[in-house]
């Protein structure tokens, strides 16, 4: 073999050692970033769980946790007149008004601990109607819905709109998780969901 051939393959073999350790030196590279992002999206989703789970801690006094539906219902059947978005007792008005600090407070709260944070809620509040031959039941379930809101402004009770949207919705006759055809009556009630809006976590 001549010595043009030797400097060939011995060139050729530093040039292969070469390129197997920086193929090393990547690979190893790779690993370390896949276990920092890991831990950091294991840390993301620990701090996410966390959140949902505080936002669980509603007082039993008012709400109830739908497991089916991952909402809060209250407790207690909130009704009105016929046809209108008027409430039927004057306790609904006292019910109403102690759920809206209940939920204030607890936004207050997480507003607190979670300060700085890219975290946000929505308060979703959501009427319904039953299912009978009135033709508004859309417009009627959102009245209620607003009317809602409406005894909360009147009553002082205002969440922080810089972590808290509050969005009234009426779902007429469609809504999901309604009592069955024979208890339809019971649809005319009102249905408060706290929705973490959850962005960058550090």
Wanted: aromatic share 10%.
């Amino acid at each position: 073999m001549s010595k043009k051939n030797n400097y060939f393959w011995a060139s050729y073999a530093d040039l292969m050692t070469s390129l197997f350790f920086i193929m090393l030196v990547l690979f190893v590279l790779v690993i370390a970033m896949m276990k920092r992002q890991q831990q950091a999206t294991e840390a993301q989703l620990t701090k996410i769980r966390e959140i949902q789970t505080a936002v669980k801690e509603l007082p039993e006094k008012y709400f109830a946790y739908d497991s089916i539906y991952k909402r809060f219902s209250l407790k207690s059947d909130v009704e009105f007149f016929i046809n209108t978005d008027n409430f039927k007792k004057a306790e609904d008005e006292v019910y109403l008004t102690e759920v809206g600090k209940a939920i204030k407070k607890l936004i207050d709260n997480l507003g607190k601990k979670y300060n700085g944070q890219d975290i946000r809620y929505l308060v979703l509040i959501e009427g319904m109607a039953s299912n009978d031959a009135y033709k508004q039941n859309d417009q009627l379930s959102y009245l209620r819905a607003l009317a809602v809101k409406k005894l909360w402004d009147k009553r002082g009770i205002h969440l922080n709109p810089a972590v808290c949207e509050i969005q009234v919705s009426g779902s007429g006759t469609a809504g999901v998780g309604r009592y069955p055809k024979k208890q339809d009556r019971k649809n005319q009630r009102i249905i408060l969901q706290v929705i973490p809006k959850i962005g960058n976590i550090e």
